[in-house]
């Protein structure tokens, strides 16, 4: 199976060369690989473009954009921006962030997983971060999700979902749109993957108001907005987080901030996520 790479970066010249690194050194090789340079003022595209002069499945790509990080948008424009560089000559295509460390044999791995059912419709492996010499388990999300650092998704399961929302809440809502359309979603715990940068190192308080912002586009509805944002509070360690999550919620509501997502999705999700909390409890 083909698979092309998308790459969004922004000012990751200490790491962008051990990401592409990692790629080239892959059992299975990428059939493409385009790095996004979102506007960078260091040397990120210099080292890409080291890269592209070695490996000719390896194209650099320029944006001008906002130098804002706020979580969500700006990435997934960017990786929009890629989509424009890509043919549809693929089997699966892959959002990655330029701060990552593959083991070897990720992809074919990955395209296993592909292989051996037709309704697996995304699949990825684990981040893990490096405290106090140990690389352990970043652990922000349920075992069954997988992060937005390494998303891969069958060309038409990516197709069916619409491709990416361009907003915080797009690693979420496309697993979401993935179980309403019956494509099933596989995490691999055997696949552990470097995250040499910390989720949200660079977000500022409005990113954070972002994360309620995006619960209540996905449909969540108070409640269950509540929880999940108590829930993701404790695993970051900062439970103030909530209060700012809540925040984000309400200011979107009382906007009339459309949703991603239509009214028997939004349902659809709403119940899944109960399904999921009762699971847990019982």
Avoid at 184 to 193: G, I
């Amino acid at each position: 199976m083909r698979y092309y790479i998308i790459i969004p970066t922004y000012n990751e010249e200490k790491f962008i060369s051990l990401t592409l690194q990692s790629l080239v050194e892959q059992t299975i090789l990428p059939a493409k690989v385009v790095v996004v340079n979102d506007n960078s003022t260091d040397k990120t595209p210099e080292i890409v473009s080291e890269f592209a002069s070695k490996y000719p499945f390896i194209t650099l790509v320029n944006k001008k954009s906002d130098a804002i990080h706020l979580p969500g948008s700006k990435v997934i424009q960017a990786f929009h921006e890629g989509e424009k560089h890509i043919d549809d000559n693929y089997d699966i295509i892959v959002k990655v962030d330029a701060d990552l460390i593959f083991p070897n044999n990720y992809f074919e791995t990955i395209i296993k997983h592909f292989q051996s059912d037709e309704k697996i419709g995304m699949a990825g492996g684990f981040c893990y971060v490096e405290k106090n010499g140990d690389w352990v388990l970043e652990n922000l999300t349920d075992k069954d999700h997988i992060r937005g650092a390494l998303k891969a998704y069958r060309k038409a399961t990516y197709k069916q979902i619409g491709g990416l929302k361009p907003a915080m809440g797009w690693d979420t809502v496309d697993e979401l749109l993935c179980k309403f359309y019956n494509w099933k979603v596989v995490t691999d715990s055997s696949l552990h993957v470097k995250h040499l940068k910390p989720t949200g190192a660079s977000y500022n308080k409005a990113a954070r108001y972002k994360q309620g912002e995006a619960f209540y586009s996905l449909g969540y509805g108070f409640i269950i907005t509540a929880i999940s944002s108590l829930k993701l509070a404790i695993r970051k360690g900062k439970p103030l987080l909530f209060i700012d999550y809540l925040m984000g919620f309400w200011k979107a509501k009382s906007s009339g901030k459309p949703l991603f997502v239509t009214p028997e999705q939004a349902k659809f999700f709403r119940n899944y996520r109960w399904k999921k909390m009762k699971e847990k409890l019982f």
